[in-house]
């Protein structure tokens, strides 16, 4: 239950379409539902403006549904899965139609679209999954993010060639393995807030992300802010929060 959903339920109970003892039943549910083997959280909608999403890794298919299913019964918008298993989308998908699958993430009820310009720039092509992540998570909540790929600094005239699209935009995300260097050299290029996306991506001595997340942390563009290795979803979070 968002803000917006819990006025109209008061708005009800005023114009008398719902009865107080209805309103009273949906307002127990409001902090969160024990299903038992998860307690659902209703209540981060009001206090962070993002309804819980729910992540796939660990959960079996059932619980992954149920969970889906008792969001989606609390009115929460959007509902979002992610990092699911084949078994786990065809769980959550079957007891709860018309989600929407983009690669490991599901979403049902993806909100209205919004005017928030938001670039996702990607170094390599080895770092769509988890910049996918982070697109699908953005167009849950009505964002249509502008997508710059395979732009790394290898060859930093594709990079160059995007001048205006980092120039003009609100925010930018940057997905990066191997030395992490593009999160630098985008901001450097921007003065909209960049949020930096290590990624497992890359040789020997990258550390499967370990290097391209120190050298994003030590960047000399100042103010960048860091997510974890390979969290797309994080790095919609981030933007959520900045633009709300």
């Known amino acids: 239950m968002d ?16 009865h107080p003892d209805d309103a009273v039943a949906s307002l127990r549910r409001l902090p969160f539902a024990d299903l038992g083997f998860a307690r659902v959280d209703h209540h981060r909608a009001l206090r962070q403006g993002v309804a819980e999403a729910v992540y796939g890794p660990g959960k079996a298919p ?28 065809t769980s959550a998908l079957a007891a709860n139609p018309g989600g929407v699958q983009h690669g490991t993430t599901v979403v049902w009820r993806p909100a209205a679209a919004r005017p ?25 909540h009505g964002i249509a993010p502008v997508r710059i790929t395979d732009a790394g600094v290898a060859g930093v005239h594709r990079l160059l060639a995007e001048a205006e699209a980092l120039a003009t935009a609100d925010a930018v995300v940057v997905v990066a393995g191997m030395e992490g260097a593009l999160a630098s ?12 996306v290590p990624t497992s991506v890359g040789y020997g001595a990258s550390l ?19 997510v974890g290795i390979d969290n797309g979803y994080g790095a919609a979070s981030a933007i959520l929060r900045m633009v709300k």
């Open 3 to 18: 803000e917006a959903a819990l006025l109209r339920l008061l708005a009800d109970v005023r114009s008398g379409a719902l």
């Open 208 to 226: 499967e992300g370990v290097t391209a997340l120190l050298a994003m942390l030590a960047s000399c563009a100042a103010g960048l802010t860091v």
């Open 62 to 89: 059932e619980h992954a549904a149920a969970i889906v299913a008792e969001l989606l019964d609390g009115g929460a918008a959007p509902v979002v899965l992610t990092r699911a298993t084949d078994d786990q989308v």
């Open 185 to 196: 050299l985008v901001g450097g290029l921007t003065g909209a807030p960049v949020v930096a």
């Open 116 to 140: 928030e310009r938001i670039v996702v720039c990607t170094a390599g092509t080895a770092d769509l999954p988890v910049a996918e992540e982070c697109v699908a998570v953005l167009r849950a």
